[in-house]
């Protein structure tokens, strides 16, 4: 089925998928549900619930939901900059000069 999530305001359209592990519906121990609201455009998880039996009468049920994704923010200048550790000092490249 579809859902429309509201993200920032805005209609989102997802893919509800909804995945069973073991005995869900007779509330075995440890079984769980797992359901996914998946945008249709861009496959981004907006939104997941997850349920699981502890007993008979008692579950654990937790979600999680996305407000916002960034997607291809360029990197600090310094995130690939290389420090040696203390006491250690870097080689000088070798040249690649052909005389």
């Known amino acids: 089925k579809t859902e429309t999530l509201l993200v920032q305001g805005k209609p989102v359209p ?3 998928i909804q995945i ?3 005995a869900f519906e007779e509330k ?3 079984s769980s549900r797992q ?3 998946v945008d249709t455009k861009r496959s981004v998880v907006w939104r997941e619930d997850n349920v699981q039996w502890l007993s008979k009468q008692q ?3 937790s979600r999680t939901d996305l407000s916002a994704i960034l997607l291809n923010e360029p990197l600090p200048a310094g995130v690939f900059v290389f420090k040696p550790p ?3 000092e ?3 490249l070798p040249s690649n000069n052909k005389k």
């Open 35 to 37: 359901t996914l609201w």
């Open 28 to 30: 075995r121990l440890m």
């Open 59 to 61: 579950q654990e049920h």
């Open 20 to 22: 069973d592990r073991g």
């Open 90 to 92: 870097l080689a000088p």
């Open 14 to 16: 997802c893919y509800v």
């Open 86 to 88: 203390v006491g250690f």
